[in-house]
């Protein structure tokens, strides 16, 4: 009987005795939890940090929150260390296993801090152990998810980040040299180049990665953003193209990437394209993505100029953008009044040029005498009589305008086939011995086709190709200016018309009429570059060399001789 009471009062001391603690650490705990909400700020990392190891040494055990809320604090001031500590050390002492959120932490906190090499070395262990798991547990929910992959990749990106930062401010440093010297690939290696690598493969060799990191929104940006730090344009637009196909929504960050990307490496066909896209799908653009539009517009309405494409729609988004930065009152520059003006300019768009010059003029914006006679020199072109041209022609500020004054009568010359006025102008041209530009070489290759003179078709072209060879050799041995291959290049209509011209003169003995043939058949072989995706309806698939070349064609299929 007393054994009983005695047992009954131990139980009932044991369960007061357990209530008295779990309420004494529950009012511990709260305490904790305040005491980090009234630090909420990063630089007292310190103080949470101290807080959350002396609670673990009273066996008190700091939820994962608050744990979380420690590592962000340590990685947003480079606190690296200190948080490897919480995430490994400080959950083996408690004894606490870590949840999805706190991996998900670290690897953002890995991010903040820059140190890809550490993201990818825990990267590795946890898809690893989560693939060992799926082995044994189907229903196994891996660690690896989208949060995970998403941190990781802003991790490479930070890091491709700041060491491009460091190689644009010591491009040759003695490590680097030290490495190439040697052959150190591995340490060379880019961390954007890393990520794509690791990712690209698991998706490639592990189903269940795909299923668990479906794109998110933030993860095509994280490509698009690795892709242009890599300045793999073609990977960049392809991956976006291949997202939309997928459904995902791209977020502008992704297209403000691949403008970036494409207009570093003069693709601005693809840079229009990506804005229309965003205009399209109600997609706010930065404004850099903005100027960096207005600039590929102009540099592509001139090569739809010198391309003869007969209706250019490159000056409709330019005015478009031009229209929306003032509405929205965005700081405009200089450039950002001229561009439009010379894409409507280029494209025969003189009314609307001469609007973006009255806006120009009611902001007080300087106009330079180059403006004023690039805009004449459109209106001069859509001119309905030569007369009329000529007066425009005899303005004062074209009076020293030179060849952009010869060429645009010449232009309209050609429009309204009068070739009595069209040949007096190009007779004062030679007259004057002004230089003959390869715009002026092109606009005589087109009309002779006109004037159905087919030899004067093939001899023109000849001439362009002897001196455009011998330009662009020039400029690539003497390194003075930048080399543009555009400026070299013959338009696909125009290599049509020498293709056509040669057919009129096959038999004629004069050896540089079969000398053009082949030069045009050489630049048809080497086409335009053209990707799988591309929607331009001008751009055309470019020909093997060896079907135009005997030397190649024996390379492939080598001679018999019996």
Known sequence: ?????????????????DKLLARRDAVRLAKLKAFLGQHQHASQWSACVGALTDAARQN???????????????????????????????????????TLQVHVTFMAACAECGDFGEAHDQFLRLWRRDAALLKNNDKHLPVVGADLTSEYLRAAVVASQRR????????????????EKKGDKKNATQPWEVALKEIQSLQKDHAWFLRHNALTPIMVEHFARLWEIGGKWENCLR???????????????????????CYRHGKYAHVVEQMRQMIATRSPPDERSVRLALLS????????????????????????LFDAMRSNGVTMHQQDYESPLRSCAMAGRWEDAMRILDVMRKDNRPISSQLYRLLLAARIESCNSFEEAQRFAQMPVMQNGGIIVYLALLRCCMTK???????????????????????????????????????????RFARFESISRYEEKRVLEDKVVRAYPEDFDMPEAILDMVLASYKHMK?????????????????????????AFSSDEAVTVPSED????????????????F
């Open 60 to 98: 008190i055990i700091p939820s994962s929150e608050m744990v979380c809320d420690a590592i962000r604090r340590c990685g947003l001031k480079g606190k690296l260390d200190v948080a490897r500590h919480l995430y490994t050390d400080f959950h083996r002492e408690i004894n606490k296993p870590r």
């Open 507 to 531: 038999n004629h003995k004069d050896p540089v009429v079969h000398t053009a043939y082949r030069g045009a058949l050489k630049r048809k072989a080497k086409g335009t570059e053209k990707l």
């Open 239 to 261: 991956f976006l193209r291949l997202s939309g196909q997928q459904n995902v929504l791209i977020p502008p960050e992704a297209h403000d990437a691949a403008i970036r990307v």
């Open 417 to 459: 086939r009068d070739w009595k006025n069209f040949d007096r102008v190009n007779k004062e041209m030679r007259d004057r011995e002004f230089p003959e530009t390869f715009d002026k070489m092109r606009l005589l290759i087109e009309a002779a086709y006109v004037r159905e003179q087919w030899h004067s078709v093939l001899m």
């Open 164 to 179: 491009r930062g460091e190689c644009q401010f010591n491009p040759f440093s003695d490590e680097e040299v030290a490495m």
């Open 1 to 17: 009987m007393h054994k009983r009471v005695g047992y009954a009062e131990l139980v009932n001391s044991k369960l007061r005795s």
């Open 297 to 320: 517009c102009e540099e592509w309405t001139a090569l739809e100029r010198t391309g003869l494409k007969q209706q250019p729609d490159s000056w409709v988004l330019a005015v478009s």
């Open 546 to 561: 060896w079907m135009f070349s005997q030397e190649e064609r024996e390379k492939k299929i080598p001679p018999k001789f």
